[in-house]
């Protein structure tokens, strides 16, 4: 029998090499860790932003929220601070015709039977804009035959092309990590949707780009006036939907996103996206909760440049998608009723048109189909008349002179009843400017005229007045004219007490319409009366809820009153006079009428308001006034009003 005899040394040696191996074996881990680390992320890991961790119920409503207003870049109502703004007419409105802009639908892949779906997004765009349309295909995808069908489309519709364009860059210089992910994740067109990067390279100065199943609710035309290199919005589970974009394009910019797509796509995880700078905040993949819906597609990568790189030469601002771009869900529902309806819907077209009801139009006409090219709302004893007779001087405007009313521009005939409505404008000769100056309209046509009419031809003139002395110098018009039984002996402030009456009856259902996305009003009632004449909150609500506020300029009587020659050359800007059409332009203020100029001192006192009469008509608009105010910006009456009043009158959403 052997005996096995370990010595100290020996012993001594098989635990030193024990701890070599275990040694070694830790270090070639930690290599590992490493490789795989660096390879993954290119900044620390406490800087990379997660997607589940990151999307919270805060980044639910945050999403669909934005600080940047689009319609802000339209200047809605005019003040005697921009008057300089107007000495040089040719700057006005913020549109530079001379520039170039452009709606753009891409297409990733055209077949026959995708041929009818394009055509109709041609068309709905077609109702709302003249600018052109460009359809960039992507050629390896696309039918010859699709391709040939969609040429012969697009000939009834004017100033069309159609792009057959291949991918900026070749495939094999992307990482080949980076394509897999392309097959593998559930977003719609895997690589082909990367054909949207061609819209960077079209030319012109600014472009919509829309997925096909975009639909345009309201005139577009506001987001081309506004100062950015990308105007993006939220999609429901992402941080940016590449469905609607608004893009300045530039060969440097297009050259830039192609070589630094080329460059992160080699270090592309599915982890941390481009360049470890996080895929979210978003909502977790329905197929895969480890991802964020087209993290790897145009959608993520754009996230990536214009806002995760934060790169200060560019101007970059975020859109409320509850209004330029909505899908579906539940959030934006109070946000339209103080906001309106969308300008642009992606998806969620069913139930947009549930919760609108049969107040939506759907269909408007593509071309000019009434002679009127704007038409001046107001009220009675508003100045609207003054407005529109001062506007006539000019030589490329025609008045209109109604046998069936004594005041020149005013046509009391249905707007809907297109051609005998046309008939009235039958002496205004071509080419001349012609316009509309019924007050009524403002109550009573927020539906008719844009459905009639359409977006694209269609000039909205907007003269308010103070409700209080409108209604005043209403009850005057009345009295001078023996209107509505009263003479001039007519008590007036009697008068304006059976108003207010009538009003008190229905003052909560109507006050409470102010928090529905579309007014009822009954406009019966609200035509002679001289309360419900001067909610004005309600009236323009319901013309917002049509029609694009880029159709708008909104004008205060008291700075008509005022800076006269100044607002008469804005309005007639803004109805398509120009600079060189000024030449010996004058406005003789003495001939305007000024009926409705008079003031308490003027008056007898059987025809002026008593004290307690007039703070009772404040008590009655100051809320309205003040909803005025967060709708449009701005409302130059301040009553002095506080306490109770101020308190009920918080902006609507807030």
């Not at 006192?605 to 009469?613: E, G």
Request: glycine residues 4%.
């Amino acid at each position: 029998m052997t005996t096995l005899i370990f010595t100290p040394d020996s012993v001594t040696r098989k635990r030193r090499l024990k701890r070599q191996l275990l040694h070694a074996a830790a270090c070639v881990l930690l290599c590992i860790f490493l490789l795989v680390k660096s390879r993954t992320e290119s900044v620390p890991w406490h800087k990379a932003v997660f997607r589940n961790a990151e999307w919270t119920d805060k980044h639910k409503s945050v999403a669909h929220e934005a600080s940047f207003n689009p319609l802000s870049c339209h200047a809605l109502v005019w003040n005697s601070h921009t008057i300089h703004l107007y000495e040089n007419i040719s700057t006005q409105p913020k549109i530079d015709h001379s520039r170039k802009y452009a709606i753009v639908l891409s297409v990733t892949q055209l077949e026959m039977q995708y041929v009818p779906k394009v055509e109709n997004s041609v068309r709905r765009i077609r109702q709302f804009s003249d600018h052109d349309i460009v359809i960039v295909i992507l050629r390896d995808t696309a039918i010859p035959e699709a391709i040939d069908l969609l040429k012969n489309v697009s000939m009834s519709f004017r100033s069309i092309q159609v792009l057959i364009r291949d991918f900026g860059f070749q495939i094999s210089s992307l990482s080949p990590t980076f394509i897999r992910f392309q097959e593998i994740n559930s977003n719609c067109c895997g690589i082909n949707e990367y054909i949207k990067l061609e819209i960077f390279n079209l030319p012109y100065d600014k472009v919509l780009a829309l997925d096909v199943d975009v639909s345009l609710q309201k005139s577009p035309e506001v987001l081309f006036e506004c100062d950015a290199d990308f105007m993006y919005t939220a999609g429901p589970r992402t941080p940016l939907n590449a469905g609607v974009l608004v893009v300045r394009p530039s060969p440097q910019l297009y050259s830039s996103l192609i070589k630094t797509l080329q460059s992160v796509t080699m270090t592309y995880t599915q982890e941390y996206c481009f360049e470890g700078l996080g895929c979210g905040p978003c909502r977790p993949n329905l197929n895969d909760l480890n991802m964020c819906h087209g993290q790897e597609g145009p959608q993520g990568f754009l996230h990536y440049y214009f806002v995760k790189r934060r790169d200060k030469t560019l101007k970059v601002e975020k859109l409320s998608s509850c209004l330029f771009n909505y899908q579906f869900g539940d959030l934006c529902d109070g946000y339209w009723d103080a906001h309106g309806p969308p300008y642009i819907v992606h998806k969620g077209l069913s139930r947009l048109s549930s919760l609108l009801s049969m107040n939506k139009i759907i269909k408007y006409p593509l071309d000019k189909v009434c002679r009127a090219d704007f038409w001046i709302l107001g009220g009675l004893a508003g100045k609207t008349t003054e407005l529109y007779t001062s506007m006539i001087e000019h030589t490329k405007l025609t008045g209109l002179n109604i046998h069936e009313t004594v005041r020149a521009g005013e046509i009391f005939r249905p707007v809907a009843q297109l051609e005998y409505y046309n008939d009235a404008f039958s002496g205004v000769p071509n080419g001349s400017l012609a316009g509309d100056s019924t007050a009524h309209r403002l109550m009573t046509d927020a539906a008719t005229i844009p459905k009639t009419c359409g977006h694209k031809y269609t000039r909205f003139i907007v003269l308010l007045r103070d409700p209080i002395e409108r209604c005043h110098s209403q009850m005057l018009l009345n009295s001078r004219m023996g209107l509505n039984g009263l003479t001039e002996a007519s008590n007036i402030s009697e008068a304006v007490l059976d108003d207010l009456r009538s009003y008190r009856v229905i003052e909560s259902a109507l006050f409470n319409q102010t928090r529905d996305i579309y007014p009822q009003m009954d406009l019966n009632l609200g035509k002679n009366n001289c309360i419900m004449a001067g909610l004005y909150y309600l009236q323009l609500k319901r013309w917002f809820f049509h029609t694009s506020v880029r159709n708008f300029l909104i004008f205060f009587t008291e700075d008509f009153d005022i800076h006269t020659f100044d607002v008469v050359r804005a309005a007639l800007n803004f109805v398509g006079v120009r600079a060189e059409d000024y030449n010996n332009f004058k406005v003789d203020i003495k001939k305007l009428t000024r009926n409705a100029a008079q003031t308490n001192l003027d008056l007898p006192l059987h025809q002026t308001l008593t004290p307690a009469l007039r703070q009772e008509l404040e008590s009655v608009f100051f809320p309205y006034n003040a909803l005025l105010e967060t709708l449009i910006g701005r409302v130059p009456w301040t009553y002095g009003m506080h306490g109770d009043i101020a308190k009920d009158t918080q902006p609507i959403g807030d």
